[in-house]
C-alpha cells in the first residue's frame, strides 16, 4: 500500500540528464542563487528548492518551499515546477501547488 504522499514511480534519469544535473547541483553549490536554498536530499531527479520571499513584497519574510522534479530526458524535456504547501497567494499559483505560466 502506498501513502498518498507517494508520487509515481517515474522513468530513471538518462546518462545525458544525470551528468547535467550533477554539473548544476555542484554549481548551486558553490555559487547559490541569492534568495534560493537547495535543501539536501539523496534523490537527484526529485529537488527541493526554499525561496524567501524578495524584501519590500507582500512575500517579505516569507519562506516558500518549491518541488521540481526532472524528467528522464532533462535538458530537452522541462522541469515540473510546483509549490508545496502552504503556497504564496498569487493569481498565477494554484491552490495544489502548480504554477500557471
Not at 522534479?69 to 510546483?82: G, K, L, T, W
Request: glycine share 4%.
Amino acid at each position: 500500500m502506498t501513502s498518498c504522499s507517494s508520487s509515481p514511480r517515474k522513468a530513471s534519469l538518462s546518462k545525458i540528464a544525470s551528468n547535467r544535473l550533477q554539473k548544476e547541483l555542484m554549481e548551486w553549490q558553490v555559487n547559490p542563487p541569492a534568495g534560493f536554498k537547495h535543501k539536501v536530499t539523496d534523490n537527484l531527479q526529485r529537488w527541493v528548492i526554499e525561496v524567501n520571499g524578495a524584501p519590500g513584497t507582500l512575500y517579505a519574510g516569507e519562506t516558500y518551499q518549491l518541488q521540481v522534479d526532472f524528467p528522464e530526458h532533462y535538458p530537452m524535456e522541462a522541469p515540473q515546477v510546483i509549490f508545496i504547501p502552504p503556497a504564496p497567494l498569487h493569481p498565477h499559483i494554484y491552490s495544489n501547488g502548480h504554477i500557471c505560466l
